[in-house]
């Protein structure tokens, strides 16, 4: 059963719906009874390969559809991500990538790295930052990705501030964390 279907994934595209039933996939009989049935469906995408025009049968309200989804590159997962430590704020931080984003109902317009790790005595863990913040902005630079977020921490330890206001998002709520780095 399709529980969920990303904007502008192939399924998407294709037209798969929340709710469906996918009784076939490239010609293959799906038979997933129980959750771990699961990763012989998951085998047979990654088998057919990015680029391949698969053919997908769903029950779709007691119907059966018949689809076509050109499979692509499977995107990034936490798993896989990129991370970037910075000795600056003493943060471990990580891509926003799509799975994280599902499973913290964030929309794509939501831009910015997530705190993977906060070192302990750390000018961040003085300031209560913690894993699981979304860093938005520092100071006035938005972040909109590792890269980003980088150059930003570059631009403070050349400038070497006494206090870096930082923009960030947890949960639902936004808001400042006030961090006072320590410049040896």
């Given at each position: 059963?399709v529980?969920?279907?990303?904007?502008?994934?192939p399924?998407?595209?294709?037209?798969?719906?929340?709710?469906?039933v996918?009784?076939?996939?490239?010609?293959?009989?799906?038979?997933?009874?129980?959750?771990?049935?699961?990763?012989?469906?998951?085998?047979?995408?990654?088998?057919a390969g990015?680029?391949?025009?698969?053919p997908v049968?769903?029950?779709r309200?007691?119907?059966?559809?018949?689809?076509?989804?050109?499979?692509?590159?499977?995107?990034?997962?936490?798993?896989?991500?990129?991370?970037?430590t910075d000795?600056?704020?003493?943060?471990?931080?990580?891509?926003?990538?799509?799975?994280?984003r599902?499973?913290?109902n964030?929309?794509?317009?939501?831009?910015?790295?997530?705190?993977?790790?906060?070192?302990s005595?750390?000018?961040?863990q003085?300031?209560?930052?913690?894993?699981?913040?979304?860093v938005?902005?520092?100071g006035?630079?938005?972040?909109?990705?590792l890269?980003?977020?980088k150059?930003a921490?570059?631009?403070?330890?050349?400038q070497?501030?006494?206090?870096?206001?930082?923009?960030?998002r947890?949960?639902?709520?936004?808001?400042?964390?006030?961090?006072?780095?320590?410049?040896?």
């Open positions: 059963i529980s969920t279907v990303v904007p502008g994934s399924a998407h595209i294709a037209g798969l719906q929340e709710g469906d996918i009784i076939s996939f490239n010609d293959n009989p799906i038979r997933a009874k129980q959750d771990r049935d699961v990763m012989g469906f998951t085998q047979l995408v990654r088998a990015p680029g391949k025009a698969a049968r769903v029950l309200k007691g119907q059966e559809v018949n689809l076509t989804v050109t499979l692509a590159e499977r995107p990034r997962t936490s798993e896989d991500a990129e991370e970037f000795d600056v704020f003493g943060l471990t931080v990580r891509e926003l990538t799509r799975d994280v599902i499973r913290l964030l929309s794509e317009d939501v831009q910015g790295v997530i705190v993977r790790t906060v070192k005595g750390s000018t961040a003085v300031g209560k930052m913690q894993p699981g913040v979304i938005l902005a520092i006035e630079v938005p972040i909109r990705n890269e980003e977020y150059a921490i570059a631009k403070v330890q050349e070497k501030p006494t206090e870096v206001a930082v923009f960030a947890l949960g639902s709520e936004t808001g400042f964390f006030r961090l006072e780095p320590v410049w040896k």
